[in-house]
């Protein structure tokens, strides 16, 4: 018996992709003063936003081969592109969806489970795993930081 699902085409992710950037780009301007936006762009420094789309790049990569490594383990068999390419709709509905970072967990399942016909409960898994792996390198930074924070500088107590 034949599978009526077929493979989600990466040119259907791109669409989806492109379509959430026009999405915002209307949004900023029906909804945002042009001349207020691009008079506080002209005094913000573009080194810092570099840096910080280059970390959020570089967080993406990094997610998605956490996440490739972990469906290597359960044998579910998927390039590092589209590991990538579905973290970036992961991280897209995350931020749009107001929801408490789920959406894109459910959106990479769905996609992934979708796109290879292998088992949801081993996607899904997978996923939980990456959510927790990222978790936990996120708080253990957070604690770093706030420690140094303590260590270094003293508050003003009255």
Known sequence: MRNSKGPIRLNAVIAI???G???????LYFYVNPAQ???TLSRTNPFIYATTFAAYSMNAFFSSLVWRNLLKNLS?????KKTLL???VGMF????????????EISKTYMLTKDTDCNTGKVASSVVGQKIFT???TDVALGLGLGLVLINYRLPFN
């Open 76 to 80: 579910v068999k998927v390039s590092i």
């Open 21 to 27: 950037l026009i999405a915002f780009i209307l949004y």
């Open 93 to 104: 509905f995350d931020a749009t969806v107001p929801q408490l970072g789920w959406s894109g």
């Open 86 to 88: 579905f973290t970036w």
């Open 135 to 137: 978790i936990t390198i």
């Open 17 to 19: 992709l492109i379509v």
């Open 37 to 39: 936006l691009i008079s």
